[in-house]
């Protein structure tokens, strides 16, 4: 098993939810890190964690985000990281489903994505970099992010079911001297 370390700068976590029940809001967070420990030669055997920023809630509205990352929603002050851990990995045609278990505000659900594995490559330094894409949706409320307005036309102005969009872009670590048996 190899140890992998997720590349911000080409790691995309974004969502999408139903605004007043007829648009869609679109955003991403802007903070990630983690590791992932992939085993190429039985992928079910893989594993990891995702940590995201809370506070680094983005949509391109600034009174919006400050409302996400507030008590109604995320608490980014009380609870400054969502996290992600995967719990198994299982084969599902030609892509996967991975099970993780998710933390946000203090409260972990598990949650089931279905993921694709894209490839690995020689980075621009030389190493290997891989790519994933991970798709799955969410009932916000699961987490106690219950804040919601009612429409005078009837429905919400916030929908439950969030979905999620990652792409994930990992390098894997380097190998230690030590750990190569270098002397």
């Known amino acids: 098993m190899d140890t992998w370390k997720i590349d911000p700068a080409h790691t995309d976590i974004t969502f999408s939810a139903k605004h007043m029940m007829v648009t869609t809001v679109r955003g991403k967070f802007d903070q990630v890190e983690g590791e992932l420990f992939l085993d190429e030669r039985n992928p079910t055997a893989s594993r990891g964690e995702i940590r995201v920023a809370a506070a680094s809630v983005s949509t391109g509205v600034e009174q919006r985000d400050q409302h996400l990352r507030s008590a109604d929603f995320f608490d980014a002050a009380n609870h400054p990281w969502i996290v992600a851990r995967v719990t198994g990995v299982e084969p599902k045609g030609d892509r996967y489903l991975v099970h993780t278990d998710v933390t946000i505000r203090g409260v972990t659900r598990p949650v089931t994505f279905e993921a694709e594995f894209l490839g690995i490559v020689r980075s621009m330094q030389g190493g290997r970099h891989a790519g994933f894409h991970l798709e799955g949706k969410v009932n916000r409320e699961d987490w106690g992010l219950t804040w919601n307005m009612g429409?005078?036309?009837?429905?919400?102005?916030?929908?439950?079911?969030?979905?999620?969009?990652?792409?994930?872009?990992?390098?894997?670590a380097a190998v230690e001297l030590s750990q190569a048996g270098a002397a």
Do not use: F, Y
Not at 160 to 170: G, S
């Open 151 to 172: 429409l005078e036309a009837g429905g919400w102005l916030v929908s439950k079911e969030i979905k999620l969009d990652i792409d994930i872009a990992a390098d894997a």
